[in-house]
C-alpha cells in the first residue's frame, strides 16, 4: 500500500523548485501525493531560514505539522543553516536533510520509510512535478550566490554561485514547453550572473537566446538582476524580443552610497540613476520592479529622505520594503550603529507610503493600454490577467478584467486597461 506525502514548501521561488525537483524523486508506486497534511501518512517540510521573519514561519509549520503526530522530514535552507541546531531542538522531526546532503535524498529518505528507492543522483536526477499551473513555470538556472552582501546569509546557506550547464537548461525549457507550459520563469540568486563560471562562452544574454528558439514558449520573464551586471546587450534584447517580457526585477536595496558601500553592494545612487534612465529610455515600456531595505546599521533619516527623492525620481511600478534583519554568520551582525526596531518599522512605514503614492501614480498612465497575457484565474465574475506588468509570484498586483464570454486559464488574450487603483489595474477584454 502507498504512502500518503504531503509536501509542503516555504520562502522563495528557487525553494519552490527544489521541492518540485523533490517531488520527482518519489517512486510513484509506493507514494501518493495529497495537498492535505491530515491526510499524509509523511510531511517533507521544505524550509526558508533566509531572516527571522522565515526562520520563525519555518519553525511554526514544523511544530505545527508534529502536533498533528506526522512524520516529519525537514529539509531546506534552516535545515541547511542549523542542521546540528535543529536535530537536538526537535528530536522529534525524523530526518533533516541540508541543502548539501540533497545528492543523497532518495537514501535518507529510505530510512524513513523503510523501503528501497530509486537510485538517483540528487534533485537534478528527477522528473519534476510541477506546483504552478500547467501553463507556466519557473526555470532555475543556478545555485548560490558570490555577491557577499554583507547583510545576507544566502552564501552561507547555498554557497557560491554555479551555473547550470546551457544544455542542461534547454533541455529542461524544452520538456517544459512540450508539456503545454507557454511562459517561462527564468531565476536564480542573481540572473544576471549566468555563465561566469563557465567555459563555453555562454551568458544570460545567449541563454536567453536559446530559449527563444523554442517554438510554442510565448513568454520569457527575468527576476533577480543585479545592477550592475545589466549590460547594453541584455537591455536591448528585451528591447527587440517581444517575448521577452520587459520587465526588469532589479533589487536595489538602497539609494545612498554610503549604505550601498557599508552593504557591500556594488555602484552609487549616480550608477543606479543613470542605469535606471537607460533602460527607460532604450525600453519605453518597461516595468520596473525593486526591493529596499531599511533601517540598515548606520543609515540617517536624512538617507530615508534622499531615498524617497530618488523612488520618485525613478518612479518604480513595483516596490518591495523591508527591514534589516541581523543575521549570525554576516559581517554587518556586527556592525556599530545599529537601529531600533521601532525606527526601523517607522522608517519602513515611509518607504511604503511614498511607494504606494508612486504606484499610484504609475497604475493611472496604463488607463486605455491594451495589454496582452495569460487569462490566469477567475476573480468572482471576472477573470484575472498577467501581463508584462506583473510577476507570478504574489508580489506585484493583479489585473482584473471582465469578459461578456467565458474564457479558458491559460489561454491568451488583449485588454483594455480602464481604471487603476494603488495596486491593482482593471480592464475589460477586448473582442478581436
Not at 505545527?64 to 503526530?69: A, D, F, Q, T, Y
Not at 548539501?100 to 524513513?112: G, P, Q, T
Not at 550547464?165 to 529542461?172: A, G, L, R, S
Not at 527563444?212 to 528585451?238: N, T, V
Request: aromatic share 8%; charged share 30%; with cysteine.
Amino acid at each position: 500500500m502507498s504512502k500518503k506525502v504531503c509536501l509542503i514548501s516555504l520562502g522563495c521561488a528557487k525553494n519552490l523548485v527544489d521541492s518540485e525537483n523533490m517531488l520527482g524523486l518519489l517512486d510513484y508506486d509506493k507514494f501518493e501525493i495529497v495537498n492535505d497534511v491530515d491526510n499524509a501518512d509523511l510531511v517533507i517540510v521544505n524550509t526558508c531560514g533566509f531572516i527571522e521573519p522565515s526562520k520563525k514561519e519555518s519553525l511554526d509549520t514544523i511544530f505545527s505539522v508534529l502536533e498533528k503526530n506526522k512524520k516529519v522530514v525537514v529539509t531546506g535552507c534552516l535545515a541547511q543553516r542549523y542542521y546540528e541546531d535543529l536535530k537536538k531542538l526537535i528530536p522529534e522531526v525524523s530526518l533533516f536533510i541540508p541543502i548539501r546532503k540533497y545528492d543523497e535524498f532518495n537514501k535518507l529518505l529510505e530510512k524513513v520509510v523503510n523501503e528501497p528507492l530509486p537510485d538517483k543522483e540528487g534533485l537534478r536526477d528527477s522528473l519534476r512535478i510541477l506546483s504552478t499551473p500547467k501553463y507556466s513555470a519557473y526555470l532555475k538556472i543556478g545555485e548560490g550566490c558570490d555577491n557577499r552582501c554583507t547583510y545576507c546569509a544566502i552564501p552561507l546557506i547555498r554557497g557560491g554561485f554555479v551555473s547550470r550547464p546551457y544544455d542542461e537548461i534547454i533541455k529542461e525549457a524544452k520538456d517544459l514547453v512540450s508539456n503545454g507550459v507557454r511562459e517561462i520563469i527564468v531565476l536564480e540568486q542573481d540572473t544576471t550572473k549566468y555563465g561566469i563560471d563557465l567555459n563555453d562562452g555562454h551568458d544570460i544574454v545567449s541563454l536567453l537566446k536559446g530559449l527563444l528558439e523554442i517554438k510554442g514558449l510565448d513568454y520569457i520573464r527575468l527576476l533577480y538582476l543585479y545592477p550592475d551586471e545589466i549590460s547594453d546587450e541584455l537591455i536591448d534584447l528585451i528591447a527587440k524580443e517581444k517575448r521577452l517580457t520587459s520587465y526588469f526585477d532589479i533589487p536595489i536595496q538602497h539609494s545612498e552610497s554610503h549604505v550601498l558601500k557599508d552593504m557591500n553592494r556594488r555602484g552609487d545612487r549616480e550608477f543606479l540613476l543613470e542605469l535606471f534612465k537607460k533602460i527607460k529610455e532604450k525600453v519605453p515600456n518597461s516595468v520596473l520592479r525593486t526591493t529596499i531595505m531599511v533601517g540598515f546599521p548606520g543609515e540617517t533619516e536624512q538617507d530615508i529622505d534622499r531615498l524617497l527623492d530618488f523612488m520618485n525620481e525613478v518612479e518604480f511600478d513595483h516596490v518591495g520594503a523591508f527591514t534589516f534583519s541581523k543575521e549570525e554568520g554576516t559581517r554587518a551582525f556586527d556592525f556599530e550603529n545599529q537601529i531600533d526596531e521601532e525606527i526601523k518599522k517607522s522608517r519602513l512605514s515611509k518607504v511604503m507610503r511614498e511607494a504606494r503614492k508612486i504606484s499610484y501614480k504609475k497604475n493611472k498612465s496604463h488607463i486605455n493600454e491594451i495589454m496582452e497575457g495569460l487569462v490566469v484565474g477567475k476573480n468572482g465574475d471576472d477573470y484575472l490577467l498577467r501581463s508584462y506588468w506583473n510577476a507570478p509570484d504574489d508580489v506585484d498586483g493583479k489585473i482584473i478584467f471582465s469578459s461578456n464570454k467565458a474564457l479558458e486559464i491559460g489561454t491568451i488574450v488583449k485588454v483594455k486597461i480602464t481604471d487603476a487603483y494603488v495596486y491593482d489595474l482593471v480592464g475589460e477584454l477586448v473582442d478581436e
